[in-house]
């Protein structure tokens, strides 16, 4: 087993483990109400992130720092080679009139010139405005005008038009450019005559006090706020992971570190990820969509040594696999080995962290059983040299974690947000603890205030909104960051997120609910797609359930039921409805029977970012989805 073997081998470098040692601060009650990492990198002091193209072509030119898509195959793109990409693209921003300190919006989907084009902003001068290729008209009018950005990079015609469409009003539209219309090539040939010195000069003036990038919020609680994020910010942050992490997936592994980034790179995560890879010469490739279904054979093709993702991606993979044991009547089968994961995987962590004494030979062998016939089939869904993963944006269900550590692939868990430069915390190398998502990153102290609200305060944190002083004031006190998510400190300071404050459901009995614990169950076993658990000022708690599209078509196969079945009729449908109360049963197995989900009720439609009730990074805006489906939910409370 390689998570086996890879564990065993850390065992013994403890050097790697002991690197950073978290600092404790306890109440006079002896909880845990603060938890501080000392950093591992030094604090950046000269330069900006717009540098590190440039610095890897002078100290390694030939060595491979991206793969991209080309002819069908995936090309590499050495450091020299990248670094000059990023000159040309920044003299034709240049040229066509980009400021020091201007604004550049990239809109579009995960892919090369994504990275090409952050970085040539940054040599520019300039400060990436990024914005979701699925963002509306009105999304972008009020992004661009806020930010006041005079130019836009869009991938598509449509995205071209959705632009067109949303600033058509503003004094002065911006000028686009289109990648599928040749923008690179464009902004390339509009550059020739600009001097390369220009470019250095304009690299040189920036500082870690720089402002690099001006992130939108995804807008969950109403108009996104655009958060402002320094060099040094995005120092701190890649800077610090890549310390952390990169010496057990290069030096325990064995391997070339290598990864697929197919989240969107207009989310802070997936920005960090691609400038960490490039401060850590990871090569890294690039893929423009998370749906599972398109996203396995780009997987399977390209082989990545870890990934980062978030949990819709591990449920789904668990999910096919289930299917996949289903269609060929080993359902039952696949029910076992999950079970059995889950067992080993607790036995196994408990032994190396010296809780116990590890897997009796009656479930290794039982595990080695399943690693036959299951896991191996897990390890290729995810290209078959995947050991590491890391999972971000909302909790990843604790047994779901195990049954992916019996599998071969330990997913670290992590939690952030865009004002935090990505995650605040992360699970450290050789110390896993699923069902937490981790201890700081380097650099970093977590406080939980008297209310239960997580505080956040380093280098990592954003020091304003833009153009929104209140809002700065409102978040900020001392440098501690008020994320509005609740959570708990352990003993040794991990924090586990319990819940969002403004989320809090609170029955007509006075009994505290947070829907969090209960939606994260319901969404990681299928055939559930999307949820929302409702309860405030009510008697009990229900819930709304949508049904995965995938889950359905499988559900329907299975008994041999017509694939064209109408929704309308399988969400009256007492076998579905059976099959959705045993999911409904696992998520209450988390709360106390006051806090469980007393009713439910299937809906026909879906939550997407298409009609508003999802953000693009995948999380339920809960005030569009109890406004669309007020009518169901007094249903649900007889009326």
Known sequence: MGVRKDLKQAKKRTDLADRATVEITKDHHGAVREARMPALAPKAATGSIADLPFTNAAEAPDAVVLRRKEHGAWQPVTAAAFAREVTAVAKGLI???????????????????????????????????????????????????????????????????????????????????????????????????????????????????????????????????????????????AANTVELLHPIFKEITGQIASTLLFLPLAHILGRTIQIA???????????????????????????????????YLFEKIHGTGRATAERIGRGASFDRAHRIGVRFGEAHLDK?????????????????????????????????????????????????????????????????????????????????????????????????????????????????????????DAALTDDWFATGDLGALDEDGYLTITGRKKDILVTSGGKNV??????????S??????????????????????????DITHWLYVRGMPADTPLSELVRDPRMRDDVQKVVDYANQAVSRAESIRAFTLVEGEFTEENGLLTPSLKVKRHAALTAYAKEIEELYGG
Not at 193 to 219: E, F, H, M, N, W
Not at 288 to 304: V, Y
Request: hydrophobic content about 40%.
């Open 95 to 237: 040229a066509a009139g980009l400021e020091q300190g201007g604004r550049v919006a990239v809109m579009s989907r995960t892919r090369y010139e994504w990275t090409l084009l952050d970085f040539a902003i940054w040599a520019a001068g300039g400060r990436t405005v990024p914005v979701y290729a699925t963002s509306s008209p009105e999304q972008i009018e009020w992004i661009v005008r806020d930010s006041a950005t005079r130019f836009v990079v869009v991938e598509t015609a449509e995205n071209a038009a959705a632009v067109a469409t949303g600033t058509a009003d503003h004094p002065e539209p911006p000028r686009v450019w289109q990648l599928d219309d040749g923008a690179v090539s464009e902004l390339t040939a509009q550059g020739r005559d600009i001097p390369d010195d220009d470019v250095t000069k304009r690299r040189a003036a920036l500082t870690a006090d720089t402002v690099a990038t001006i992130c939108y919020t995804s807008g969950t609680t109403g108009r996104p706020k655009g958060c402002v994020l320094t060099h040094g910010n995005l120092h701190a942050e």
């Open 514 to 523: 947070s829907p969090a614990v209960l939606e994260d169950r319901l969404r």
């Open 277 to 311: 890879c490039l401060m850590a010469r990871i090569e890294l490739g690039h893929f423009p969509s998370i749906k599972p279904e398109e996203l396995r054979p780009a997987l399977r093709e390209f082989r990545p040594t870890f990934l980062v993702g978030v949990p």
């Open 352 to 472: 190396f962290l010296g809780r116990g004494k590890g897997p009796g030979p009656g479930l290794y062998a039982a595990w080695a059983l399943y690693d036959l016939l299951v896991y191996r089939r897990i390890r290729k869904e995810l290209g078959g040299r995947t050991r590491y993963a890391i999972s971000g944006g909302s909790p990843l269900d604790r047994d779901l974690n195990l049954f992916f550590y019996a599998a071969g692939i330990i997913v670290y868990e992590g939690y952030g947000l865009t004002e935090t430069t990505a995650a605040a915390t992360i699970v450290p190398p050789l110390r896993p603890r699923p069902g937490t998502v981790g201890l700081p990153v380097p650099g970093t102290a977590i406080r939980i205030a008297d209310d239960g609200e997580v505080l956040i305060k380093g280098g990592i944190v954003f020091g304003a909104y833009w153009n929104n002083p209140e809002a700065t």
């Open 525 to 550: 076993r299928p055939p559930v797609g999307q949820c929302l658990v409702v309860g405030d000022k009510r008697p009990y708690v229900a819930a709304l359930i949508t049904l995965d599209r995938e």
